[in-house]
């Protein structure tokens, strides 16, 4: 999430643009949610601090002179926010607040993010720390998944880069002792059990200099056992914020001002003049926000329907596309061909051998080999970049069926893969693009890995798609299996829904930059990837489009036919 993205949105903002607010608001909030929500723990305190700092960002909006440092200016509110609340309250009051607590931001983190593994662990290491070294954490996770720089995070702390380096490194090892604590207790020390017998239950320095050094002078506890401890900062990158939870809401009043306080008088400031567009007898609402007459801000997340009845765990037919290989076996480790160049487009279908190859839309985006895992990909052409508008904000996550994302303007947008079959195996229903106008191009895929690359080094069978413990996630035959960052370029506007129907998954869907683009997939093996990205833009209309994708809306986008062509 970039501020220099947002300027012309925060600069309409600031000129009296109540859509352009409402924009902004809904797609920073769930920054400021993540910030506040990891800094207190998920403490009840939480809605009040993300609302408190989401109403000085709007009453201040104006005092902004540079649309590009909006970002840094924010967190640093939001971090202001958090200290002015530690200070309103005693050790005492926060103690017997914890038990209002909304939910614990560690377990929302796992649940909300399906977090396996040694990153659950980071997650629940969290507890651990002092509040001092959450709120330094809730920045630093940031930093790590790449929606926050090292001097944003400097500036919001209020100290120097250097200073910020030496305190991130102590909360870092401060936060591998907790790690080791959580790996601990899930262990079965006959010691630490006596020790713990004692133990309360919840997180506190004492007991985690305790348990740490239990667990320094115990051969048992001490032996991380056959796994590897991966650094943090590695199990934290491309990690998505955390959503923002059911039936959360958001009401602004602009400072309290009244619309007649507001207008009246020779002189009216920033506040006044949008208090005056407020209220206008009129609502404005986009991706869950509504800015309603008088001068109130409601952003709500809405609560989610039922998930439907699931018969089996079987995609919906989809024909084959013409010129397709034969799906791979997603219990199969990748299977890399020495010839294949990375930089080249998908091999097209006969329909793409016609008499104009650079018709739009002509072009199949067909079956192909994971590339060598140490051959960098090819260069991906630059198109004209003027921003992505998305109804879902910075940051939309589609989890369930139904979910959908509307994407309007011209630039590059990410969707992210979260495959889930520990949750729900099968039949997987690809999400369908529709309502195109204008021009949609799949211009690289990267994340470091294919969703069919393997992900474990002691189960041979695991891979991003599932393992034989928990079953897979299998595309409909002749679908391009996805790597774990897609990108595409859009010059228009068009809808991404999600199909969820048998196999569990989600996805996020990101507004980005050719520039965040090209560092992913030039990201390979010697950063700690599986692989280096895969560059299908040839800088021309022959570009491959989505499989699935139609300029019609239909009912049930799970209908959309198997057809990359427009």
Known sequence: MDGRQWSSTIAAAQAGDRRALDELVAGWLPLVYNIVGRALNGHADVDDVVQETMLRAVDNLGSLRDPESFRSWLVAIAMRQIRDRARRRTTDTLRDGMADRAADFAELTVLKLQLEGQRREVAEAVRWLDDEDRELLSLWWLEVAGELTRRELAAAVGISRQHAAVRVQRMKERLEVSRGIVRALDGACPGLRELTARWDGPPDSVWRKRLARHIRGCGYCASPGAAVVVPAERLLVGIALVPLPVGFTLSLAFGGKTAVAATT??????????????????????????????????????????????????????????????????????????SASPSASPSPSPSATRPKPELYGTVV?????????????????????????????????????????????????????????????????????????????????????????????????????????????????????????????????????????????????????????????????PEGAIRYGLVRDTGKDDTPVPQYVTRATPADPATVAQASRV
């Open 265 to 338: 008088g020779a002189s009216v400031g920033w506040s006044g003049k949008m208090l005056g567009a407020l209220t206008k007898p009129a609502v404005a609402l986009s991706a869950g926000a509504t800015i309603v007459a008088g001068g109130a801000y409601v952003v709500t997340h809405p609560a989610e329907a039922p998930p439907p009845a699931i018969a089996a765990p079987t995609a919906r037919p989809q024909s084959q596309a013409p010129g397709t290989a034969p799906p791979r076996s997603p219990s199969a480790s990748p299977s890399p061909s020495p």
């Open 365 to 525: 985006d067909a079956v192909d080999r994971a590339p060598d895992p140490n051959a960098r990909p090819g260069v991906l052409p630059r198109r004209p970049e003027s921003g992505i508008t998305s109804t879902g904000g910075a940051h939309a996550v589609l989890n369930h069926r139904g979910d959908g994302v509307t994407l309007t303007g011209r630039g590059y947008v990410l969707v992210r893969w979260q495959i889930s079959p520990q949750y729900r195996a099968g039949g997987l229903v690809m999400p369908a693009w529709t309502g195109l106008k204008g021009e949609l191009f799949h211009v690289a895929s990267g994340g470091g890995r294919r969703m069919d690359d393997r992900v474990s080094s002691t189960d041979s069978s695991a891979t991003g798609m599932g393992s034989s413990a928990t079953g897979y996630a299998v595309p409909p035959p002749g679908t391009q299996q996805m790597w774990q960052n897609e990108y595409f370029y859009v010059d228009g506007s068009v809808t991404l829904t999600v199909n969820e129907r048998g196999a569990d998954y989600g996805v996020s869907v990101f507004p980005t930059t050719w520039q965040n683009v090209e560092d992913d997939v030039t990201s390979g093996p």
